[in-house]
């Protein structure tokens, strides 16, 4: 059975720091690219970062670039996006997509 799951959000002050999790299992988890969206309140879901199933390779949008930083352990079959320097414009739900599968989501509010 196929499930996909993203944990580690909450509530953070400006400047503050968030890791969040996303766990996949029911396939070969190693041999897929994760992608990280965010999808904040009144706007389409947006693209973040992903990371290649080596786990060597990166990329992310301009915005969060320099603040955030992606690493996975494929034995645990995680994805870690750890998220430095949050702004209040990093508020929304932030799901990982991988294979075909999407996770439900994890809130992030950034905010004083």
């Known amino acids: 059975q196929v499930q996909v799951a993203e944990s580690g959000g909450g509530l953070v002050q400006p400047g503050g720091s968030l890791r969040l999790s996303c766990t996949a299992s029911?396939?070969?988890?190693?041999?897929?690219?994760i992608r990280w969206y965010r999808q904040a309140p009144g706007k389409e879901r947006e693209w973040v970062g992903d990371?290649?199933?080596?786990?060597?390779?990166?990329r992310f949008e301009s915005s969060v670039k320099g603040r955030f930083t992606l690493s996975r352990d494929n034995a645990k079959n995680t994805v870690y996006l750890q998220m430095n320097s949050l702004k209040p414009d990093d508020t929304g739900v932030y799901y990982c997509?991988?294979?075909?599968?999407w996770g439900q989501g994890t809130q992030v509010t950034v905010s004083s």
């Open positions: 997509y991988v294979n075909i599968y």
């Open positions: 029911g396939f070969i988890v190693s041999a897929y690219t």
């Open positions: 990371i290649n199933g080596a786990g060597d390779y990166t």
